[in-house]
Each structure stands twice: as C-alpha cells, then as structure tokens.
C-alpha cells in the first residue's frame, strides 16, 4: 500500500523556520511529480510547491522563503520554511504522483504566532 506520511508541524514564531518532511513508502523515484500543498480554515487547497524532472515550482507567495527538496536515500521530501508569516498558518500536505494516480499524506498543521 502506497503511503506519504508527513511530520514537522507545530507552534512556530512569526519570522521563524520550520521544516516538513514527507516521507514515501517504497521508493520516490516512482513519484513524479511530488509536492507539498496548503489549506488554511475556511480556505481552498492550494498548491506552494512541487518537484518534478524539470525543476522546481513555488507559489508566488511563498517564493524566496519555501524551498522543496528530496532526499532520494531516504525516499523522503522536504519543505524548508523560512520568514514565516501569519499566512501560512495552515494544514501542510504532500501529494505524489505514482503512475497517474495522487497519493496524500495526512497533513501537518502549522500554526504561527505574532
């Protein structure tokens, strides 16, 4: 059974860092694209980064202080966030491609404080 299990939430300062990790059962190279994705109370989803074979993408609002990385020994991705902001207080979720079909981790919430 396909799994993403994320971790790395929790209570960080407005300014701090935190960093996300999602990690895959089996190997990621099977997962293409990979990406990490956002939903804040009473908002929609919304996509802040994502690793395939041509690069890297990030959401403008979050350009310049999330990068995305992965860690194929591991087969684990990660989402460094910096300069947090009231804004990205949300539930932070990985989704992988596999042959066509998405795959979810659970959600990591990451709250913010002012």
């Known amino acids: 059974q396909v799994q993403l299990v994320n971790s790395g939430g929790g209570l960080v300062q407005a300014g701090g860092s935190v960093r996300l990790s999602c990690a895959a059962s089996?190997?990621?190279?099977?997962?293409?694209?990979m990406g990490w994705y956002r939903q804040a109370p009473g908002k929609q989803r919304e996509r802040v980064a994502v690793i395939e074979s041509g690069g890297r993408n990030y959401a403008d609002s979050v350009k310049g202080r999330f990068t995305i990385s992965r860690a194929n020994a591991k087969n684990t991705v990660y989402l460094q966030v910096n300069s947090l902001k009231p804004e990205d207080a949300a539930v932070y979720y990985c989704?992988?491609?596999?042959?066509?079909?998405?795959?979810w981790g659970q959600g990591t919430q990451v709250y913010v404080s002012s």
């Open positions: 989704m992988g491609k596999r042959y066509g079909t998405p795959y």
């Open positions: 089996g190997s990621i190279f099977t997962f293409n694209p």
